[in-house]
């Protein structure tokens, strides 16, 4: 792992000092790792999963499944309307910006939370049942398996850490080519600092990863592919009334197809 990768379930705010004062990473990386709380994320996803199967039979697992990704996007929105760049930013801007990077960022997450994590492809539910935690990832398209895996291999093949994993999320988030925004210079701005940030801190703690900015860039327009294919899927089993309505992932589903 790289310099900034942390043990399962370590929070990263409280290990991110000692590990990153040596390398002297720029304060950007160090306040955006520091905003990413991984011990939250899945305790929340393993305390709703309880919650949802308790005392309960047999639940609908595709249903549960879109009830935890409705969660994670509300973790999305609260984590990024609480970071730098974006919070500035006027509600229509940033609902534009969530609405164009909701779904790439989902599939981000759930790579850095198997590879620095270690997140089960699997858990038993309190009823029994097994529930296919990786399906998160995938969006409900199990065909993207392969994919992902493959996309998780070439991330570990370039000692892909946190360092890496947030900047390539605020990336994903600040995309100054999302139509309709406003206030397009201050996110081109912050797209352009994180570039920069991420370049930076590549070539100042991995030298030996040849081209790892480059090639780390090149993963971003997979990861979209991916997302795409499980935002069609899921956009289809809602049509067919096999997915929970009136919830923020819906909302999202929809707000894409408006533009």
Not at 43 to 71: A, G, H, I, P, W
Not at 99 to 127: A, C, F, G, K, Y
Not at 172 to 186: A, D, E, F
């Amino acid at each position: 792992m790289g310099v900034l990768s942390f043990d399962s379930g370590t929070h990263p705010s409280s290990t991110a000092d000692s590990i990153l004062e040596p390398l002297r990473v720029s304060p950007m990386i160090r306040e955006f790792v520091q905003s990413i709380d991984d011990r939250e994320w899945q305790s929340q996803l393993f305390e709703l999963l309880r919650k949802q199967t308790y005392n309960q039979v047999e639940v609908d697992l595709f249903e549960l499944m879109c009830k935890v990704l409705d969660q994670n996007l509300f973790s999305q929105v609260d984590w990024a309307r609480n970071t730098v760049f974006f919070k500035d930013l006027k509600v229509d801007d940033q609902m534009k910006l969530l609405q164009h990077s909701w779904s790439d960022m989902l599939v981000l997450d759930h790579l850095h939370q198997r590879i620095h994590n270690n997140l089960p492809d699997e858990t038993q539910l309190q009823n029994g049942q097994f529930f296919n935690l990786l399906s998160l990832g995938l969006l409900g398209v199990p065909e993207l398996g392969d994919y992902f895996n493959e996309l998780q291999n070439k991330l570990q093949d370039l000692k892909f850490d946190m360092g890496d994993y947030v900047c390539m999320k605020f990336l994903i988030l600040l995309n100054p080519n999302v139509r309709g925004i406003i206030n397009k210079k201050t996110v081109l701005q912050g797209h352009e600092n994180v570039q920069a940030a991420l370049l930076d801190y590549t070539l100042t703690c991995y030298p030996s990863v040849t081209d790892k900015f480059r090639r780390l860039l090149n993963i971003l327009p997979d990861i979209h592919a991916m997302a795409e294919r499980g935002e069609e899927h899921l956009y289809s089993k809602h049509c067919a009334g096999s997915a929970p309505t009136q919830t923020l992932l819906m909302e999202m589903l929809h707000a894409k197809r408006k533009v």
